[in-house]
């Protein structure tokens, strides 16, 4: 039993975060600090310097120019950006279609997506959930077709995130409409210039758009455009959910909002008084912090485990705490920052914008802090939403 | 005890809710919000038809002589609606100031245009420093003829963007945070060293940042340096109305999340067949029964002549329906899912609307600690 | 709409304080102020106090010896008894077995039992809940035969709260073993000196002696023992059942307990000041009394709602809210009340007790404060544990 | 990053597994609380020795020369079998003073007698006016001739009431809440001017009242009036122990609310296959989840030669583990229902010591408190 990081992966950390301070744009940082999501341009820039440093995709095997480190490194690598902040490798290539062809694809398919991805060359995006199929994903409709040696793809996806930045698109669609649900579907890339794909904004509550409707209208896709076999899609989407291991604790992202969280109870009065000063504020925020180490910890226990349970496919009971308390806590910090910037987090709208408010109507800090509390509902709603998550470990670890 | 409307009362509602069921649904409120003035001058008009206007109003100054029963009333369906008008900052809050404040002359001179829907008021009041706090004032007045100028910076003020008169807070002596030495004024809009910038709240409202640079005020409101149990007996009453408006707003998303859980189908079944999603609606009308019975309480407590008491009670009032309007808001849109979190589907603007009422005039932390620090609601043996 | 008490009511109140303060034992009061239940001898003498007020059956009407008090006065009754705190009268005769007398009992039966009932002169108790039949009543297993114009019951009844006190016990027993569940069922009185009645103490766990098993060994009881129809005992229990408006929102007893914490908080030390100064326990409480204040007004809506609704059958959607709330706040209290004691809430037994621990060891106030707190967690478990409640809610409310 | 037993870890384990599965169940455990010293006498010789009782000391001091790992794991297992023998007392607290106060002589003396079962120990520590603040001291040691006197009272001593020796925290000098001129003293029971009211506590363990008149200590442990770091070292190793000792009482509790939801019908069905209740038994795996990562953090934290920072650590183990204790002894409660309010079955018995462990060195909120004061966990930015 060690409970802590070997010396080796301390100088792994140091080195990291002497990259962030040598190579992470300022402006990128601030544009973070502030809260807002990076721009295009700055997740492509960044993307470009950590491919360049090889750190690009740290889940990928060496021979797809992943860096080849331990769960440990993978781990500290991951909560360092999230803490200094700067954008993390794009998910939707890294994390989710990158690992996909790289166990399911052609040689063909890895020789033309992967580095193009690793580059940000193409930018991905997710084509899974549709209006119908939300937490029930297996029952999505979209259907393709095979004619003339190309499918031929009908139906809408939905919550796209990102899709009007996106290059490619990666979809499931039933092609087996007499299989029972989770069989007949199949997993294909999609080029997003293609005849007959529509992208329609998605506006949500705080304002912002990151997310889509995506319509497919008779698009033709190549039949080395799908992945895996046939009808075995389902194999490939459980899989790449499966990858999400930490994705959702974000320690390092909380630990970095309950920094700016102390930084803005200084300057805000309350009562005459520094708000950090007052006991219940004080408390509210100390619960983050404990149930973030908690994680932390958590976190760490999974990763140790990682290499055991290589293979056997058996899931760790940890596993589940992390999507479960990692949302709890990023929700519990948001509404935090709302709370602490009182009256003044209820201006509307980003002061960058064109044709905006007159910035001057609250402290620059307060903008948007209502927004990202809106928005960050969302956590506890996608990639399984919690409840589903408590379903899971009802069956999976409790036997119930 | 009596909780059932009498008739004037049902009429009284009635009328309402027929006019904002007909006029006010969800896409007519998005229409008003892209208008110009971020609301419906012509749902304005028909407020001061339906005489909402001049309601709280004593017969004599031009009013309708409605009690605070009557105000709830009115709230709950605004709440409904999450309507966008200029209501509660020229009705509650102005009206408030002139019901309690004005003298006659005063009176005689605004209610009547507030009745028939011409004037608007607006409470200037938050301060950067201030926050929560009625009696954090640095915003000067002085002291100039016969008259008084008004200097300082007045933040989140409702609907100064539009607003004819503000009720301003400020400070005639003493230090920053001393409950004496403050005085409420009328500033018009329209006087030198007024500027006014406004902008939109999140929950789709209009507000305004005014800045007073030697503006003359037009009238004091009684005792220039004792107007701080005006400001309290106004904001009182003012809880109460939001009281009731969370009410509205809770009743309505909680009846859209049932019906959702009641259509939207997964795995083949209703997802309000899911015994833990049943749980959490019911959680949701305990919360909701919870802040029924404290508005009731609230309109009731509001009118206490025991300044002290009176208080503690808002503070109360604030805090249980603080904490419930966040929980029903919050799992209306996790009960929801992801429709919820569009601007397209009014789940979501519920939800923002509660957010801001929560924190109006002191979130629920605020009025707990405040509440704690008074020595609560029951007596130590 | 009125939503003060009326002069009226303010005056029944103080008549009610007035006859507290001049008839209430003092020794009774001190004992339940220490947290302690009040004894047969305590409750008995109380009783018959009541009794000869003519107020010992507050829900009965004028003709049984019931007051002929508005919903109202009811209420100022209950809570201010609770708030003294002086016993209740007693629920099993006067709320449960009571009241189903007067509605389906013969004459004979009222002439009989109600006003040893309401003196006192017998003590009865809830023959109900069974090993397999808990949230489940209708599964109960108790069964009653006719042989030779006597019904014999063989059975197990649990959880029989105070039976060691009790002269009768009113029974539920399956009369019709082919009928369907809530059918068949019928509903008697059995005098628990009956040859075949055993009763076996249960001690919960802080230790107390409050609930038993009741056994029944071919015990004889008389055909005139049946109350209403034979197989038609459901329709009684549901009346019983449906009688318990406001006994579990017990808003007085909260009040009382909270004024005891405050007393409690003012004499502990916590950080070398009293307790009562800490923001954040200060904070705990008042939480308590806030929605202590909110379930006050909601049962006087219910009150206010009662003539109303009377004979409808259509509950009022606040009801729901009392057992929830309710024992939700007391719960709350009595861990508060723990709290407040700090270490010396763990020293165990009854300082009043035989042979018990030498009591200097901690302060007066602090003993049995742990054990109200274990004690108190059947509080959302009984009488319809609080997750049935919410069946009901989503079944009878939300129409889910 | 190993959260792996090494094969002596391992072994350990299993032979405390064997022996409490063996010898201390449920109807044991009754036994023992039943018999005259309220614990086992039989069981505490097994322990001895399994080696249990020297397991932390020094091999040259006569022990095993155990780590901080091999405690937690001992910490766990008398948890799972919520023992009622004074392990905490004697080889924790008593052993945590000889470790790391005691000069070689005093180890000398002491070890080998706790190491065979022979010597048992005990901490006086509590006052009725120190709530849970270590520094909170009445109790006086006066000088006299070579050696100290010591007076005052101390309550709540676990095991107080069969100890052969007591640490005694004791003022030297400076006022009732002074952090300096604090010293830690041995004085044997026996010695003229100890006077022991024993009594059980809550949760089945023994405890006394211990009136010091003048007793003389045989021992003072370091410096006279610098003791108070000694002290907070070891309470927070003990910290520690009481976190792993909850992670066992949990992981059993929620093992046997499973079995019981599993095979418990009601309205014709397993209870477990009820949604709400499933929800409930999840977030209770997500509570002892996160304790159980805590209580690695705690047993590598306590050992942190940073005091400021070892402490601030410690507050956020215990508030942690503290809450989800809570949860989680009350659920198991809640979802056994009845049964489980019965002093014949065993889930109330562990919801009984997660209780008193819950608040055993400091009650959440005391703990949530300090680290909210010392700043929290996370530097500010």
Request: glycine content about 10%; some cysteine.
């Amino acid at each position: 039993m060690e409970l802590r990081f070997t010396e080796a992966e301390l100088n792994f950390r140091q080195e990291v975060r002497d990259f962030l301070a040598a190579e992470c744009p300022a402006e990128t940082r601030a544009h973070m600090i502030a809260g807002k999501s990076p721009t295009k341009a700055m997740v492509v820039e960044w993307q470009r310097k950590l491919n360049a440093r090889g750190w690009a995709a740290p889940e990928w095997p060496v021979e797809h120019g992943g860096p080849g480190w331990s769960p440990a490194q993978k781990y500290i690598f991951r909560e360092e950006l999230q803490m200094w902040p700067a954008p993390s490798p794009l998910g939707f290539n890294i994390n989710m279609c990158g690992p996909v062809i790289i166990e399911f694809g052609t040689e063909e398919q890895k020789k033309r997506f992967l580095p193009r991805m690793r580059n940000l060359d193409d930018w991905w995006c997710q084509g899974f959930s549709e209006p119908g199929a939300g937490s029930d994903l297996a029952g999505l409709k979209t259907k393709a077709v095979l004619e003339n040696g190309e499918w031929v793809i009908n139906g809408q996806k939905t919550w796209t995130t990102l899709a009007q930045h996106a290059d490619w698109i990666f979809v499931l669609a039933r092609t087996d409409p007499a299989a029972k649900k989770q069989e007949g579907i199949s997993f294909f890339l999609v080029d997003m210039k293609s005849p007959g794909i529509t992208v329609r904004p998605i506006i949500t509550i705080e304002g912002g758009h990151e997310v889509n409707e995506v319509f497919f209208d008779d698009v033709r896709v190549p039949a080395d455009h799908l992945v895996g076999e046939v009808n075995k899609g389902w194999d490939c989407a459980k899989f790449l959910l499966g990858n999400e291991r930490f994705g959702q604790a974000r320690v390092g992202a909380s630990r970095e909002r309950i920094r700016r969280l102390k930084m803005i109870a200084k300057e805000t009065l309350d009562g005459g008084r520094p708000l950090i000063e007052d006991p219940e504020f004080r408390r509210q925020m100390t619960e983050m912090e404990i149930e973030l180490k908690a994680l932390e910890m958590t976190v760490m226990r999974v990763i140790a485990n990682e290499t055991k349970r290589a293979g056997t496919g058996k899931p760790d009971p940890a596993t589940s705490v992390l999507k479960i308390k990692g949302t709890e806590i990023q929700q519990g910090v948001s509404e935090l920052l709302m709370k602490a910037a009182g009256p003044y987090a209820w201006v509307d709208g980003d002061p960058d914008a064109e044709g905006s408010n007159d910035w001057d109507v609250a402290p620059d800090w307060a903008f948007g802090l209502a927004g990202i509390y809106f928005n960050w509902r969302k956590q506890s709603i996608y990639g399984g939403s919690n409840e589903i998550q408590r379903n899971i470990m009802a069956k999976a670890f409790l036997g119930l | 005890m009596d909780f059932d409307l009498n008739e004037s009362q049902s009429l009284l509602q009635d009328s309402i809710r027929k006019t904002l069921t007909a006029k006010y649904g969800f896409e007519n409120r998005k229409a008003y919000m892209a208008s110009e003035t971020g609301w419906s001058r012509e749902m304005w008009a028909q407020y001061a038809e339906l005489g909402l206007l001049g309601l709280p109003f004593a017969e004599e100054d031009g009013g309708f002589g409605g009690g605070p029963e009557e105000t709830m009333l009115v709230a709950e369906q605004m709440g409904r609606h999450i309507t966008l008008e200029p209501w509660f900052s020229t009705v509650v809050l102005g009206g408030g100031f002139l019901r309690h404040g004005a003298d006659t002359a005063l009176r005689q001179e605004m209610v009547e245009g507030v009745a028939a829907g011409e004037t608007l008021l607006a409470f200037a009041q938050t301060e950067r420093q201030s926050r929560y706090d009625l009696f954090d004032v640095q915003t000067t007045a002085k002291k100039d003829g016969a008259g008084w100028v008004i200097t300082g910076r007045k933040g989140m003020v409702l609907h100064g963007d539009t607003a004819d008169h503000f009720f301003v807070t400020a400070r005639v002596s003493g230090a920053s945070r001393d409950k004496g030495g403050i005085g409420v004024f009328v500033v018009p809009a329209t006087a030198d060293g007024v500027s006014v910038r406004g902008f939109r709240t999140v929950d789709g409202q209009r507000a305004a940042e005014v800045d007073f640079t030697g503006a003359r005020a037009t009238h004091v409101l009684g005792d220039a340096e004792g107007g701080l149990p005006l400001v309290d007996r106004v904001v009182d009453e003012a809880i109460a109305v939001l009281a009731a408006e969370a009410i509205g707003a809770m009743d309505v998303v909680h009846a859209m999340t049932l019906d959702y859980m009641k259509t939207r189908q997964q795995f083949g079944r209703a997802i309000g067949s899911f015994q833990a999603l049943q749980h959490k609606a019911a959680d949701m009308l305990v919360a909701i029964e919870q802040s029924r019975s404290m508005a009731y309480f609230a309109t009731m407590a509001a009118q206490g002549s025991d300044a002290a008491e009176r208080r503690r009670n808002m503070h109360a009032v604030k805090a249980q329906i603080g904490r419930s309007q966040r929980l029903v808001g919050q799992q209306s849109i996790q009960l929801h899912g992801g429709i919820a979190m569009t601007m397209e589907y009014a789940a979501g603007h519920y939800f923002k609307r509660l957010t801001v009422n929560e924190a109006m005039f002191g979130d629920t932390d605020h009025h707990l600690r405040a509440l704690a620090d008074a020595g609560g609601l029951v007596q130590a043996a």
